[in-house]
């Protein structure tokens, strides 16, 4: 093989290396840029509540008013964090990404935290 073949092959694979590596070293160092985070909690006997940037919405009472707020924040291509408790209900974390889905935002991810000690 030629020299030039091998020079092509080692460019291919940084770049190959650098579009899968960076992202995920940037997601690992908490410095991924745009990213939203949600914060999911529970509250007895039947409500579910999401905190966006400091302020916290109830579900279902203020479903219409968290869409709104979900809206003005999304842009394309623009990342989304759900993140809650062992404890919370599924249909918390669920309604979080339904509705997270519905502003427009297409990367929705997930995030487990530990449950708090008490």
């Known amino acids: 093989m030629s ?16 579009l899968c590596v ?15 985070r949600l914060r999911v909690q529970f509250t007895e006997p039947d409500t579910c509540k999401i905190e966006v940037e400091g302020k916290s919405f109830s ?20 990342r989304i964090s759900v993140g809650g408790g062992t404890e919370i ?6 309604h979080a990404i339904y509705l997270a889905q519905r502003a427009g935002f297409e990367k929705v991810g ?9």
């Open 3 to 18: 020299t030039l073949h091998h020079v092509r092959s080692a460019a291919s694979v940084a770049i190959l290396l650098s």
């Open 22 to 36: 960076t992202p995920a070293l940037a997601k690992e160092s908490g410095q991924e840029s745009g990213a939203l």
């Open 59 to 78: 579900l279902p009472k203020d479903e219409d008013a968290l869409l709104v707020a979900l809206k003005s924040r999304s842009s394309k291509g623009r």
């Open 89 to 94: 209900p599924y249909r918390c974390i669920g």
């Open 110 to 118: 997930f995030i487990a935290e530990p449950d708090d000690p008490q």
